[in-house]
């Protein structure tokens, strides 16, 4: 179950930003059906509004990424016997 858990997380900026171009190409897909549905200013602004959550929504996943890598250097920095990181200093 937790080997299927771990797919469905984001783990670096290229899974990231993958995910992020798949939701722009979905959202470019829906503003097209919006011109089409409403031909004009409306339509443009419907197409741009769409875009935009998904630029915003896709800084937000950039934002956590980074937060994420800060905390668990927090946490290897708070003890680092359980750290993986093999130091030089290690008792062999």
């Known amino acids: 179950m937790r080997k299927l858990g771990r797919l469905f997380l984001i783990k670096n900026r290229f899974e990231a930003c993958a995910i992020i171009y798949g939701l722009a190409l979905g959202a470019a897909e829906r503003g097209k059906h ?10 443009h602004m419907l197409f741009l509004a769409a875009l935009l959550a998904v630029f915003m929504g896709g800084a937000k996943i950039m934002d956590a990424l980074t937060y994420e890598r800060k905390a668990q250097l927090a946490v290897e920095r708070q003890n680092p016997i359980k ?7 290690a008792v062999w």
Do not use: N
């Open 34 to 43: 919006y011109l089409d549905q409403y031909p004009g200013f409306g339509g």
């Open 83 to 89: 750290s993986p990181v093999i130091r030089d200093d």
